[in-house]
């Protein structure tokens, strides 16, 4: 009597994080275990996941490209979608990366990332049977398994998966807190695809972006990218700190946007976009440069910071709110604060100081007077605290930050 060889459905999904560089094998994988033809596909590195009855596909970025210009805020994305964390990692190598140093070098970084016990829910998904047998010596190195894309692989990932328990995070490079925030926010915000464009059952959804900027915009040279690190201090005791290019200089240093990510500091991930001057006539190609800046400036998802530089206002400076609210497409005012740098300079109170001054007055006043004094050669972390603090809505967006009463307790 034919049997039939399918098991019995599970009463839970397994959840599943496909890892490695983008390549075809990863998206095939992907679709094989969802029974979906065309799901995942390299047209995007974004972070995509795919759901059918059994399981939760995350096919995650490419975490191994030393180009990736934010892994942390992709690494807490793929953490809170997975949360608490997957059943089963499969690293996908592809035919050109099967040699056992890129292999163990994966390996290595995974386990740096997500904590050394990941092996044990880590399959090796290799592509093809030599390479299976020439590393079958990772399994006793490592205790990972080795598998790969054949016709088994669902019924395989079930066996793979260790007595169905999820993996959990060790937390040592990001906090719970944050991970879970953004699992919530981004709950919020899942884009579904049209019914049309779905299998049956299927659900797609790439991760939305909605990190809190802070956005650097100024002239060159008033301390737009000293200012953007004396913020990212506030998260960097611990971590990688992450610094801007600022120095002296007739020309630019900034040439194009650049934003880094805190995940430490506010509570929540936060992201900190240091910016050219558009307006400069060395800038080359600023067209490419507003739209990038575009990304980070939405109403709503950023506060400006339009960093001045004290003593060095001039009626040169008047236009520049108009000039970059036309640029942007938004009134930038209502979520700007003004930022004069130099603050090591100031010699009198910063009211005297604004009012002594028609051009900077102006801009303040239409700014509803949110004026801030950096010294941006201070180690302290006070002057950023309360920089912060300025924040419009400050207390809805960080409202942990909000109940801590000491500048210490932001860096807890
Ligand atoms: N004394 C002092 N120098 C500063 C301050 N902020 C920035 N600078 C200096 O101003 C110069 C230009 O700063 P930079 O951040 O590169 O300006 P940007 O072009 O707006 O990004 C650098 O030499 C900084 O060290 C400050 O608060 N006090
Ligand atoms: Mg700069």
Request: proline share 6%.
């Amino acid at each position: 009597m034919q049997q039939n060889r399918d098991p019995p459905p599970y009463p839970e999904k397994l959840t599943i994080a496909l890892l490695g560089k983008t390549n075809p094998l990863k998206d095939a994988i992907g679709n094989k275990i969802l029974s979906a033809e065309d799901y995942f596909n390299s047209a995007s590195n974004d972070l995509v996941v795919g759901e059918n009855n059994s399981f939760i596909v995350i096919k995650t970025h490419d975490f191994f490209d030393e180009k990736c210009k934010h892994p942390d805020q992709q690494i807490i994305d793929f953490m809170a979608i997975s949360y608490p964390g997957p059943n089963l990692f499969m690293l996908v190598m592809d035919p050109g990366n099967t040699q056992e140093e890129k292999v163990v070098a994966q390996i290595s970084k995974l386990q740096d990332i997500f904590g050394e016990n990941i092996t044990t829910h880590l399959v090796v998904m290799l592509p093809d049977v030599q390479s299976s047998q020439s590393l079958s010596h990772l399994r006793e190195i490592f205790h990972v398994q080795l598998g790969s894309a054949d016709d088994n692989l669902v019924h395989e990932c079930r066996r793979w998966s260790p007595i169905r328990n999820s993996f959990l995070f060790n937390y040592k490079n990001y906090t719970q807190e944050a991970v879970t925030r953004r699992r919530a926010a981004l709950e919020k915000r899942r884009y579904n695809p049209p019914s049309e464009d779905a299998t049956a059952g299927t659900r797609l959804y790439v991760t939305p972006d909605n990190i809190f900027n802070i956005v650097l915009l100024g002239q060159t040279g008033t301390g737009k990218s000293a200012s953007g690190n004396s913020i990212l201090s506030l998260g960097s005791s611990k971590s990688r700190p992450r610094p801007f290019v600022s120095r002296p200089s007739s020309i630019p240093v900034t040439k194009v946007c650049d934003a880094r990510f805190m995940s430490q500091g506010f509570g929540m991930p936060v992201r900190v976009v240091d910016t050219p001057d558009f307006f400069h006539d060395e800038l080359r190609n600023p067209e490419a440069q507003v739209a990038e800046c575009r990304k980070y400036c939405q109403r709503g998802e950023c506060v400006v910071l339009l960093v001045l530089q004290l003593g060095r206002v001039t009626d040169g400076e008047r236009g520049i709110l108009e000039k970059l609210e036309d640029m942007l497409g938004w009134k930038l005012r209502e979520e700007t604060i003004v930022v004069l740098t130099h603050a090591d300079d100031l010699r009198e109170s910063l009211v005297d100081h604004v009012n002594s001054n028609p051009a900077l007055r102006d801009i303040v006043d239409k700014c509803s007077f949110r004026c801030k004094v950096l010294n941006n050669n201070s180690k302290g972390t006070k002057q950023v605290v309360d920089l912060i603090r300025s924040i419009p809505n400050y207390e809805k967006r960080f409202p942990k930050l909000a109940k801590k009463e000491s500048s210490e307790c932001l860096l807890c």
